[in-house]
């Protein structure tokens, strides 16, 4: 019983009788003693447990409690021989002992795990008897079949806990070799891609075949039926074709499989650029016809756009020598290291995006835009990459022309004001330096205008090192104000951002509240609706759900946090590109119903913001359809908000686009306002994909007043030492203010000595000046638990 009690806590439903046996001492110092022993057990795999408690016989005591299963784990490392610097098995290129990871270490009749990236692996296990382990090429990634012969397998006898080398081909045999080579140049390639897919994976996390020593020769191949890429045996002067380059290439083929884009000369080149990106060599197959041959130059060959050609191979090299030259350009403008780590980076964030060949054309002018947009920091490619000079050069190179920069590059570091407070200046940090034309830094102009009123112009103010700052003047609130910067470049020309200037110039709200009245990241479901009577769509109905990306569609929704959105229909996992798309005429999505009308302010206004995925650049009738998205305030009558294509460009190539409007521009703000979004597949072959996420309705509320001037709590227009006077006599005097607000000279919230203080130090010891609103009257910027002003004549 003593026993039992002691043991409680574990899950031990087997004890076995007690028995009298000798107690050895420990120091050899104390006699031994007899004792009891009692066994308690649990059988069960996954808590297995076996303990021995001893008792002392005379009176009852616990004198030990021992775990007699001893845990040892078995550590080790898989080596293996194989074919490096990017050339095939042969006597001037033999097989290399090194670490081979992926590899799957069972332990006979026990566990098993998969060797890490470098080869090494710890398995667990419980006992220190000798064990075999046990190795094969069943990976994670990867399942190697030897069709001319046994597929390796390896047992390796070890003693935990090791350390265990399991050797997968210590000895030099040209099938065996094969098998190796394929596995681990599978998984490199694998781990080259999927490791550089932050912004989601296009599905490539399966084991697929790799079939080697095919009883043929001269050739590899990728099969889309059976999900395999092949390799052939020795022989007809070829070498085996399982080796670098040649494996990167076909795996190359499955990755544009699984991203849904088309093969021909798009496959062969997309092949041989994760070759040529991840082995740092322009070479496809070296020495595969004999010693100095190759199988191909894409950088030699030189193939301009557009392909003159219609041989798919030849054509695919424009796509796999455009980004050896972004490489090149890369590694003399950053160094090799740096410029060969950007522009793999850059190949796998754009085969992500890219709506992949034209005709028989692997790379294109839409292929540079796509570049050069994941290139992009700043949102717009029109101002120029971080990379454009190299990136553009590449594709130049290959008749590929990149859009021309403008004269003048115009960027805001600190972004543009996306609301204006009423009364209060809104400075604007801008960075100017020189496209094709140099800016003359004494000619930098802000202009801008409220309504409908002339444009009216203040001189930029130069902060050095190519920085400016424009500050637009305080603004009515309510109003819409419309702005742009003008520059002359040292020739006289003028120059604007945006381009356009005067024509299309940057629009901002002044408002003095943003209200989000909706925010629905479609994590739950508040009220939306799928079917119009119009509809005729057979697949690609609209579904909230965890998108499964392809090429068209996207692999993740937008919000930051969750996962739902609504997209137009759920294929299956590693599906066809068009397996769930839009086919057969219109499918439409209903918003909830939203009141805009009661207890609103008649000052406020309202903005409907949402995320949109747009795709119909795929598919065999590419941008033929469009993406229709409509308004209504009586759940009858609809007005167009924007439609979406059919022109190709960055609306109709997928991604998640932003789209804002003021409903009030439209339609009556009445209680009943509705939106609608219809995706729709009018013409047969396209690939129709879409998605809706993040929808948000705000409220802009404008308070104008009252205004008041900071630091001057005695209302007389002025900030003296009378103003802190004042304060005093308001904390001590019970004197009223007609604006405590005024009195708070930190903006803090509250109102103490420390704002006479600092008012003090202001007007005689060159202290900070007071808060906004100061030195012109203006409104609180603060929502506090001051007492709202009371007009003094003296601010507006």
């Excluded at 960075?431 to 102009?445: E, H, I, S």
């Excluded at 009018?682 to 948000?696: C, K, N, Q, R, Y």
């Excluded at 003090?760 to 409104?779: A, E, I, K, R, T």
């Amino acid at each position: 019983m003593r026993a039992r009690e002691e043991m409680a806590a574990e899950k031990l439903p087997q004890w076995s009788e007690a028995e009298l046996v000798i107690q050895a001492s420990a120091a050899l110092r104390d006699s031994s003693r007899l004792v009891y022993r009692v066994s308690a057990m649990n059988p069960d795999p996954s808590e297995m447990a076996d303990w021995s408690v001893l008792v002392d016989p005379e009176f009852g005591d616990i004198l030990d409690v021992r775990n007699e299963i001893i845990h040892t784990d078995i550590a080790g490392a898989v080596r293996g021989r194989v074919n490096q610097n990017n050339r095939p098995d042969t006597a001037t290129n033999p097989a290399v002992d090194q670490a081979v990871g992926r590899v799957p270490v069972a332990i006979s009749g026990g566990s098993s795990t998969f060797a890490e990236v470098d080869g090494t692996f710890l398995i667990p296990h419980g006992g220190t008897a000798p064990v075999n382990l046990n190795s094969s090429l069943v990976g994670q990634w990867v399942v190697v079949q030897n069709e001319a012969g046994a597929n390796l397998s390896v047992t390796t006898p070890t003693t935990p806990p090791g350390p265990a080398t399991v050797e997968l081909n210590p000895v030099p045999n040209a099938q065996i070799q094969a098998e190796v080579n394929g596995f681990h140049y599978t998984n490199i390639t694998h781990d080259f891609y999927r490791d550089r897919t932050f912004a989601g994976n296009p599905g490539i996390d399966i084991a697929i075949d790799c079939n080697v020593n095919i009883i043929d020769t001269c050739n590899a191949f990728y099969s889309p039926g059976a999900q395999s890429i092949n390799f052939y045996q020795e022989g007809g002067g070829c070498v085996n074709t399982a080796y670098a380059s040649v494996v990167s290439h076909e795996y190359g083929h499955f990755i544009v499989n699984r991203l849904g884009l088309g093969q021909g000369a798009f496959g062969e080149g997309f092949g041989d650029l994760m070759s040529i990106l991840i082995y740092d060599d322009p070479i496809i197959g070296h020495d595969f016809l004999g010693p100095g041959t190759v199988v191909r130059d894409p950088v030699a060959a030189n193939v301009q756009y557009p392909c003159p050609q219609s041989a798919v191979h030849f054509c695919g090299q424009i796509l796999g020598a455009s980004f050896w030259r972004i490489r090149d350009n890369l590694g003399n403008s950053l160094g090799s290291a740096e410029g060969l780590a950007v522009a793999q980076q850059l190949a796998v964030d754009w085969s992500l995006i890219t709506i992949g060949g034209s005709g028989s054309s692997s790379a294109h002018p839409q292929t540079a835009i796509e570049v050069l947009t994941v290139d992009d920091d700043d949102g717009s490619v029109d101002n120029g990459t971080p990379n454009f000079a190299a990136i553009c050069d590449a594709f130049a190179q290959h008749s590929i022309d990149c859009p021309a920069l403008p004269d003048i590059l115009i960027t805001y570091p600190e972004g543009r004001p996306e609301t204006l407070l009423p009364l209060e200046a809104a400075p604007i940090r801008l960075l100017v330096v020189a496209g094709t034309a140099t800016p003359d830094a004494a000619t930098g102009q802000l202009l801008y205008r409220q309504g409908a009123a002339a444009f009216q112009s203040v001189a930029l103010q130069p902060l050095g090192a190519d920085q400016y700052l424009g500050t637009i003047p305080p603004q009515d609130c309510g109003e819409l104000v419309q702005y742009y910067f003008s520059f002359q470049d040292t020739v006289g020309a003028s120059h604007f951002s945006p381009s356009a200037g005067s024509g299309s110039p940057f629009e901002v709200a002044v408002i003095s509240e943003l209200n989000t009245v909706v925010d629905d990241s479609m994590e739950v479901d508040l009220g939306w609706s799928v079917g119009a009577p119009t509809d005729t769509a057979t697949t690609g109905v609209w579904i909230r759900t965890d998108p499964l990306g392809t090429g068209a569609a996207p692999e993740l929704d937008h919000s930051e946090v969750g996962t739902l959105c609504w997209v137009t229909g759920q294929g299956s996992v590693g599906g066809s590109l068009g397996e769930n798309d839009v086919d057969g005429g219109a499918t439409t999505l209903f918003s909830p119903v939203f009141d805009m009308a009661t207890g609103v302010d008649p000052a406020s206004t309202f903005s409907i913001k949402y995320w949109r995925w747009y795709s119909t650049g795929t598919g065999a009738a590419p941008y033929a359809d469009t993406f229709v998205i409509e308004i209504s305030s009586d759940l009858a009558t609809w007005v167009n908000v924007e439609t979406v294509g059919p022109a190709n460009g960055p609306d109709t190539n997928g991604g998640w686009i932003q789209h804002s409007f003021d409903p009030s521009l439209l339609v009556p703000l009445t209680t009943t306002i509705q939106m609608r979004f219809i995706a729709s597949d009018l013409d047969a072959g396209s690939v129709v994909e879409a998605g809706i996420d993040d929808f948000e309705v705000v409220a802009q509320i404008c308070n104008q007043g009252p205004s008041f001037l900071r630091g001057d709590p005695n209302g007389d227009g002025s900030v003296d030492i009378s103003d802190a006077v004042a304060i005093l006599a308001y904390l001590f005097d019970s004197l009223t203010l007609s604006c405590v607000d005024s009195a708070d000279f930190a903006d803090s919230g509250t109102v103490n000595i420390s704002d006479a203080v600092a008012l003090v130090s202001y007007l005689f010891s060159g202290g900070d000046s007071p808060s906004f609103p100061f030195p012109q009257c203006g409104l609180d910027p603060t929502d506090d638990t001051l007492s709202d002003c009371i007009p003094d004549g003296v601010c507006p």
